[in-house]
């Protein structure tokens, strides 16, 4: 019969993507749109590694190794040396982005079926790997209330089925920006262990903490063969297009089912290998500087949403985004009205409803996801909008 | 648990990778190993394509539409006109390679359980996407005395079963070479529409046809909703490491579905794109001159092998592939002989054993593909290799 799958018509379409027509007709309109809602970073990739790729001078632009490259994976070890992770290259598998490392790791760890446990909000598209992969997410929640904190272990745990056989958590954190600290991460280390269950570690975001500082799966101590690492240089350099990736852990099962799957496609893109292979060399205060920008961002962005009178936003420790409790019945109509019926001096801001970051359905409602990826002065213009916008919309 | 998952168990390691440590070893001795086992294209990526990357300009490496940059997008259209292949910018969505459009067509269009026809030999990863996907290949045989042609249709129907979803083709193919005549796009035409099957068409090899013209899918007439095309630029511009391809279809619930696999694995590669870009601008000779190498190094082949006693290889109309039968009980002691334990005046060949191309067991054991990507002194010199091998190892 031609008709698409079942998995086809499962898949969510974006939560954002349903908002940009609006968009694009207050555009249409004059209106200056303030892009809060995506997490491409305004940040210059840095000009030296474009320079690597724009100087490169081979004359076949070959598959690479399917694992990526050993000069890269070789280098990449260095770096992960760098943050306290001491792995090997042959402990490395470059992907096609992050996006790649977790479908991966889901693909060779878990059957359909299988069960994962992720803290809720998570972002979105964990869902859309977990439907290809045939996967079933059991959602624990995390509470605004509690700045987004782990829940208890003891919610955790009755989360625990036969059929869960991973783990999966972000930190810093997209959408929330929470950063677990060491002793969460140390409380999750004895679930993984006691229940034998792998923990998927989404570390994207891994240089961009503002509060304490970032424990890695990696850094504890006694769970190698339970911790996969899914990383990207997306973020870490403002080269979200590159496409790369890398999966890592030291559990060799993992890696050999893994390079399977990376055989099957071939290898990872091939100028985006050479751009990250220069990353590696960036001068060790590279960071400081990006770091310093987004946390003047974050400082004010927070400062002033909590200044509007019935907002709340916990101060994220990481990454570039908050999830803010608006006082309103709906955000996604709220967010649809800022595009589609108001305006502020001729602008207006697009956030992110944070109901798709959700599992369970109902929750979040009220909330949205803000990622701090403008200048200030857009971000103050943006919050002028917002604190207007509220006041209208609640008159 | 900590185990890995079944189907990481079921990924089929690559059917060349196990010879790969016979070959360093041959090499290590100070043998030269003539690669006919890959099809990694020796011609040179045009310089002026490599050069649109080189000559770029942009400061920040963003994402991309999910579906691949809408001017390339309108560009490829372009190309495809030119090749009777009519669609719009919005009827292709621009895929990290030839691979995932494979994947992304299995996953919109059918479930776990549901099956696709495929005549074998085929591309080995089909077997490793279907695994992927949970979707159970069902093989019609082809034969090498048939020079690999479509099997009768009564074959074809026999293999439909209430499960059955699609049929996957790659003509020009990989690994026979083989061609579909006009007649045969026609048959499989009435069986898709007559079954209501979607018909999944690699046309990775389009540009490489010597004998007769390549008859797309597309240009079947009446079976739009049926047909999807799965491209690549890895071989027409000789650009495997740039990971760019592309899935191509008039069914808009299927392009639905696609793009949302898209969006969950936020965009194909930036570079590439560029440089596929500029591929479109190439003159319209470019082909002709790669074209005329690979079909000098056709005819060389095949002239060889079949002036070798007890070898028989079958003329393939297109692709830089060939599968030929050989005098050996089973081709992969075989073909890790010629690495292990044979060499003429200090050279050998490698090549790739067919069974790996097969799905039902035991077929394929006399049988190994040969890529013609060398060029021809070194094809001369391989085959010099393989007949003095084969005189020694039925001596």
Known sequence: MLSISNRGHLMPPSPIRKLVPFAEAAKKRGIKVHHLNIGQPDIETPPQILAAVRNSNFKILEYSHSAGNESYRKKLADYYSRVGIYVTAEQIIVTTGGSEAIIFAMMACMDAGDEVIIPEPFYANYNAFAIEAGVIVRPITASIENGFALPPMVELEKAITSRTKAILIC??????????????????????????????????????????????????????????????????????????????????????????????????????QILAEAAVDLPANYFDATKAEYKKRRDILIQRLNAIPGVFCPNPGGAFYAVAKLPVPDAELFCQWLLESFNYNGQTLMLAPASGFYSTLGLGKQEVRLAYVLNTDDINAAMDCLENALETYNQ
């Open 171 to 272: 930190s810093p954190n997209n959408p929330t920006g929470y950063l677990y600290s060491k002793e969460e991460m140390e409380l999750l280390k004895q679930i993984i262990v006691k229940h034998k269950l792998f923990l998927f570690s989404d570390e994207a975001y891994r240089e961009f903490c503002y509060e304490g500082t970032h424990t890695s799966a990696m850094h504890l101590k006694g769970a190698d063969d339970n911790v996969i690492i899914m990383d990207t240089i997306s973020k870490r350099y403002s080269a979200c297009g590159g496409r790369i990736g890398a999966l890592v852990t030291k559990n060799q099962e993992v890696l050999n089912a893994v390079l399977k799957f990376a055989q099957a496609r071939l290898s990872p893109p091939g100028f985006a």
